[in-house]
């Protein structure tokens, strides 16, 4: 199962499907449905290599973790909403729901590629099955799905997952699950073996941290700065995570995970995937971002 995004074999289902609102991230307003007027014929967008100097900066972090193909090319046969426009409004309903069993998916392969989670891989291997075959089904099957009943169940593994690897740094870890720490100043601090899991760490300092083993699933890292921060490691860590911070060339990463471009500018978005909101703006500015509450797998 493919789980990064191939936006050349996708119907440009994120820039169709989603809405976003006028803000810092997003130069205007778009309704769910609707193709951002960026969208080319081609499916491409027509400003990728200028989208934060246009001010499309929100762009830049979404991550359909590859639902996007998986629903272009799979569910709908590779037959495209602009030729088909019945099967448009089934199309859109039917991608946010497959993105979100596309993530399910990345953090169940990220605990089955951990030795210390074996305990647990029998069920993983279980759930992936399962997800599996509902990625794979038609699209009423996809749209019938309790994401929220079949999330709260592989949860439970994922915990487990999280925990194991914890246990194997020495001492006693610290435990900061759902942890408002807005803005906080962890600069240098020692976090590894911790749980992050659904913290609020936007805007918050974590220059030169140690988060090796951390378990990081839900956590919000909008605008957070890893500058020099070691991730070697840490637990359920994705894309558009590291795509929301700041961070620099000292940054250590767990492999498999690219060093954002825009990191190289010392720059970093403050947007929610795709459904950002917020005051008007004509381009990305540095704003406090609002405080939010991250969703938790």
Avoid at 29 to 46: E, I, M, Q, S
């Amino acid at each position: 199962m493919e789980l990064r995004a191939d936006c050349s074999r996708c119907f440009g289902l994120c820039c169709v499907a989603l809405p976003f609102a006028a803000s810092s991230d997003f130069a205007r307003d778009k309704r769910a449905g609707t193709p951002c007027h960026n969208l080319a014929t081609d499916f491409r967008c027509g400003i990728h290599r200028r989208l934060r100097d246009e001010g499309y900066s929100g762009c830049t972090v979404y991550d359909c973790f590859g639902a996007g193909q998986q629903v272009s090319q799979v569910t709908f046969g590779g037959v495209d909403w602009r030729s088909a426009p019945e099967s448009a409004g089934e199309m859109f309903e039917v991608f946010p729901v497959m993105r979100q069993l596309h993530e399910l998916l990345r953090y169940v392969a990220d605990g089955l590629g951990r030795p210390e989670a074996e305990p647990v891989h029998a069920g993983l291997r279980a759930a992936r099955t399962r997800l599996e075959g509902l990625v794979g089904s038609d699209a009423s099957t996809v749209l019938g799905t309790d994401v929220p009943a079949l999330r709260g169940e592989i949860n439970t593994l994922l915990v487990q997952v999280g925990d194991l690897v914890r246990a194997e740094v020495p001492g006693r870890t610290k435990n900061r699950r759902g942890a408002d720490l807005f803005g906080a100043r962890l600069a240098g601090a020692d976090l590894r073996g911790a749980s992050l899991r659904g913290a609020c760490l936007i805007a918050a300092d974590l220059q030169r941290a140690d988060l090796r083993r951390t378990d990081l699933i839900g956590a919000d890292l909008r605008d957070a700065d890893l500058s020099g921060a070691d991730l070697t490691g840490s637990v359920f860590l994705t894309q558009p995570q590291l795509n929301a911070a700041r961070g620099d060339a000292a940054t250590r990463l767990p492999p498999g995970l690219a060093r954002p471009d825009h990191w190289k500018d010392g720059e970093a978005s403050v947007a929610p995937a795709a459904d950002g909101g917020g005051r008007s703006g004509a381009g990305p500015k540095r704003v406090r971002p609002r405080r939010g509450r991250p969703r938790r797998p």
